[in-house]
């Protein structure tokens, strides 16, 4: 395996499917010493000591999906602005601090993370979709830094943090506690 291996990325990409990292896991496999547990190239990558958030803007569509990766407390780069639908679905996710600069968060992004018991949500963020912490049943409050009235000015599809039969989650703002059910 290279030493040294480099990704370069032009400037006016914002976008990279983890699909598009093929040639760097064919490289890996090409490397015996090297043991690849699954044929996943996102898993290959974290698995290898590579973390392909490094290299993107927004974490795609289904990025870690139902992956069964250790994912204890998962760092987001600061270079990130947006989650894409579901791009945490089913992991195995306990911790996520989403930095500032993150504007958007999609639809179902930590949806059914039964194990996900801490979130904290950057004063940056714009739009927040719908179901993100749906059946997250160890969650019981999340973090917002900034205020009650920031909070209340996030875009929110219906149902943004829950869903329909389950118990609100509070949000602790700098300023208060709000349930999630109970803001704009």
């Known amino acids: 395996m290279t030493d040294n291996l480099k990704l370069f990325i032009e400037e006016h990409i914002n976008l990279i499917d983890v699909n598009k990292f093929e040639e760097l896991y064919d490289i890996l496999h090409t490397d015996t010493s090297l043991i690849i547990p699954t044929k ?56 996520i601090d989403i930095p500032e600069g993150v504007i958007q968060i999609a639809h179902g992004v930590f949806q059914a993370c039964s194990k ?47 869903g329909d039969t389950e118990d609100p989650i509070t949000v602790k703002c700098l300023d208060g506690d709000i349930l999630s059910n109970e803001v704009n």
């Not at 993107?56 to 204890?72: A, C, D, V």
């Not at 270079?79 to 639908?85: A, D, K, L, R």
């Not at 018991?117 to 719908?130: D, F, H, K, N, R």
């Not at 019981?140 to 909070?151: A, S």
Request: hydrophobic share 40%; charged share 20%; proline share 5%.
């Open 40 to 95: 996943d190239v996102t898993e290959t990558l974290f698995v290898a000591g590579i973390n392909p958030l490094n290299y993107m803007e927004t974490i795609p569509i289904h990025f870690l999906r139902g992956s069964n990766l250790p994912l204890k407390d998962f760092k987001i780069p600061s270079t990130i602005t947006g989650i894409e639908t579901r791009a945490f679905h089913m992991t195995n996710i306990e911790k």
């Open 116 to 162: 996900l018991e801490y979130v904290s949500l950057p004063s940056t963020l714009q739009q927040i979709g719908q179901y993100n912490f749906a059946k997250c049943n160890k969650l019981r409050f999340i973090t917002y830094n900034g205020t009650i009235t920031q909070f209340n000015a996030i875009l929110k599809r219906r149902r943004w943090a829950t």
